[in-house]
């Protein structure tokens, strides 16, 4: 994947989910969070109404957690709405959580921020089975930028220890 030092990021569900569930566990890596939370309300998180709803049909701590930003949901500009329309010709429509994925890249699209995902690899950082098909190939191929949860926290400044 790649990544360019944003201002801003506009993170999918699974960067939320998979990275509570996976690496950044909420009850030990809480300083993670409150820097997600920071920068959801000062804007470098970008929060879309598509990934709030994918995110709170969990109903676990990290729904709890995303619940708690609604006021900062970034409602999607005209011409957002028209760039997920035609993004979604990119996208199969067999996984409910990929619905998503269109209003991310129009989001990021329209602000010029970078696409936040953990979608198309393997914990071990490896390519995913059908990665071709995944939002950071399909980012790459439209020419947005895209990285993992860790890039992100990285250049939204988390220091640990």
């Not at 990275?19 to 950044?24: L, V």
């Not at 979604?88 to 696409?115: C, I, N, T």
């Amino acid at each position: 994947m790649n990544s360019k030092r944003g201002d801003e990021f506009v993170f999918d569900s699974s960067a939320f989910i998979n990275g509570a569930h996976h690496h950044y566990h909420l009850d030990t890596m809480r300083p993670v969070w409150d820097l997600v939370e920071a920068a959801i309300d000062d804007g470098r998180v970008v929060l879309i109404r598509a990934v709030y709803r994918e995110v709170l049909e969990q109903d676990d701590e990290i729904s709890k957690l995303v619940a708690r930003h609604a006021e900062a949901i970034a409602e999607p500009t005209e011409q957002a709405q028209r760039r997920a329309g035609e993004f979604e010709g990119f996208f199969s429509r067999s996984k409910l959580r990929d619905q998503a994925d269109p209003w991310v890249m129009a989001e990021a699209e329209a602000r010029e921020a970078v696409v936040v995902t953990y979608e198309g690899i393997t914990f071990s950082g490896d390519p995913a089975k059908g990665s071709d098909k995944k939002l950071p190939a399909i980012c790459k191929n439209v020419g947005l930028d895209c990285c993992t949860l860790a890039q992100a926290l990285r250049d939204l400044g988390l220091k640990l220890g």
